[in-house]
């Protein structure tokens, strides 16, 4: 057995234990640069009917079952209900409000140095400014805040805090103190590109833009203006 095989069956059994792992992590790292690792590594995860869930703006990368496991193993009533980890309907709702206000933001940050980036590359010695890590410029939430925005649609106190432990043992979020923080699955397994057009656009949308956090109102508001076109110029 080759060492790139074996180092992808290490990083498969690790995946498999831990649920994710960070981008940091030294295997990690290999599988991201080392095309033979990361196919071996897809490979063996797709013979048992997982993928890899990997997501250039979050820190760690994840697995997920295929969609033909997912029929095996949850069959076609599980496939119609809103989640398979047992959460309940308002802590699907807490959710998605803890995705719009936490990773929402942190995306339009990330885009942004992405965007300042991509012009610096005409400066005659620009520097090299990677993507900033989701750490590094994912907001955190005040707990207060939340609750006083959000307590009475999503089932008061008591409710709204037995959610938020559901949410931080299945690795949506982080608690720190009072403050609530990205996890590692939080920006893995709900899809931006689906996600975020549905929020901006959506009714949620109204509901987003009441919300109080100083970091999260401005930026919901900025993603929802639209476009503005260029105007073209004028003949003289």
């Known amino acids: 057995m080759s060492a790139a095989l074996d180092d992808a069956a290490q990083l498969a059994a690790q995946l498999l234990a831990r649920r994710w792992l960070p981008r940091s992590h030294s295997l990690v790292r290999r599988a991201l640069i080392d095309t033979e690792v990361w196919s071996a590594l897809s490979e063996r995860l797709g013979a048992v009917g997982l993928r890899v869930v990997d997501n250039l ?22 496939l119609a209900a809103n989640n398979n980890l047992d959460l309940p309907r308002d802590g699907v ?46 907001p955190t939430l005040a707990y207060r805040s939340l609750l006083a925005d959000f307590g009475n649609q999503l089932g008061k106190k008591m409710r709204l805090d037995g959610n938020l432990k559901l949410l931080e043992r299945n690795g949506f979020i982080t608690r720190r103190g009072d403050d609530i923080a ?42 929802r203006q639209p476009e503005q076109e260029v105007a073209p110029e004028e003949d003289i």
């Open 57 to 78: 703006y979050a820190d760690h990368i994840s697995v997920a079952m295929l969609r033909p496991a997912e029929v095996a193993v949850f069959g076609e009533t599980g």
């Open 93 to 138: 709702a807490l959710l998605v409000v803890l995705w719009s206000l936490i990773i929402l933001p942190k995306r339009q940050r990330q885009v942004a140095r992405a965007d300042a980036k991509e012009e610096g590359q005409n400066e005659m010695f620009a520097t090299d400014k990677p993507l900033p890590p989701a750490a590094a410029v994912s």
């Open 182 to 223: 990205e996890g590692p699955l939080l920006d893995l397994l709900l899809d931006y590109d689906t996600l975020a057009p549905r929020i901006l656009d959506g009714a949620l949308a109204e509901v987003l833009a009441r919300t109080t956090d100083p970091v999260a109102a401005p930026a919901i508001a900025k993603l």
